[in-house]
């Protein structure tokens, strides 16, 4: 993912990725020091004191819950850093884009497992596997 984001940032796309401190220290961790290496830097937003806690140091975070009271003022925050020029990030997420009037692009990865299954997916609603009951 970083790597498209790069190579559609040199293409002229605005590209932010909002991390918890603790993905930060993650993706450092599993990438090494030069993962972000390429990419401006807007200064950093303070970091969620819940976004850190977990008992699992390799553990996954429920980021939704992390993020939404804190993604409407990071937004506001790279806007206003940004000084509303037109390097302004050009969206974040699309009810964030909508209400600040940004244009707004999203892309979505899936896991293999996952286009495996929506490509299977009619055969298991005829076989009776899906929906669960």
Known sequence: MLKLAKLLHHSGFYITFVLTEYNHRRLLKSRGPAALDGLPRLPPSPPSPTACRTSDADATQDIPSLCGRHLHH?????LRA???AET?????????AERFGLPEVLFWTTSACGLLAYMQY???VD???????
């Open 88 to 96: 302004a990030p050009a969206g974040m997420c699309r009810r964030r």
């Open 122 to 124: 009619r055969r298991l």
């Open 74 to 78: 990071l937004l506001g925050a790279l």
């Open 82 to 84: 940004a000084g509303g």
């Open 127 to 133: 076989e009776g596997f899906t929906p669960l009951q």
